[in-house]
């Protein structure tokens, strides 16, 4: 099993920033893609950005160049640095793990832009 535990969301006025943090624990394979999904309210969810276990990034037109994925591998943990932040990217953020054969969802953290 894999639990994957997020923080870092909250309320901020358009034009700021946040960033959320998503630590996995648990019994990690070396192959994975890990990253961010946001459901905003009447939507589907959908892809924000993602990385795979061999450093490839891979990010929504909207949020490309204003949002940056990271990792640190010591620490099992992916980051998402979201700058100039607009009320259209408010949003339930969800992290994700996911590779052939399994597939694990956070809880979510709520993300809200509005001044």
């Known amino acids: ?14 034009g700021g ?10 019994l990690l394979s ?5 990253g961010w999904f946001r459901q905003a309210p009447g939507k589907q969810r959908e ?9 490839t ?3 929504e037109d909207s949020v490309q160049g204003r949002f940056t994925i990271s990792r640190d ?9 979201m700058n100039s932040l607009k009320p259209e990217d408010t949003a ?3 992290c994700r793990r996911y590779w052939s054969g399994y597939d694990y969802w956070g ?6 832009v509005s001044s």
């Open 73 to 81: 591998n010591a620490k099992n943990t992916v980051y998402l640095q």
């Open 107 to 112: 809880q979510g953290t709520q993300v809200t």
């Open 1 to 14: 099993q894999v639990q994957l535990v997020e923080s870092g969301g909250g309320l901020v006025q358009p």
């Open 92 to 94: 339930v953020y969800y």
């Open 47 to 55: 892809l924000v950005a993602i990385i795979n276990s061999g450093g």
């Open 17 to 26: 920033s946040l960033r959320l943090s998503c630590a996995a624990s648990g």
């Open 30 to 34: 070396s192959f994975y893609v890990m």
């Open 57 to 59: 990034t891979t990010y």
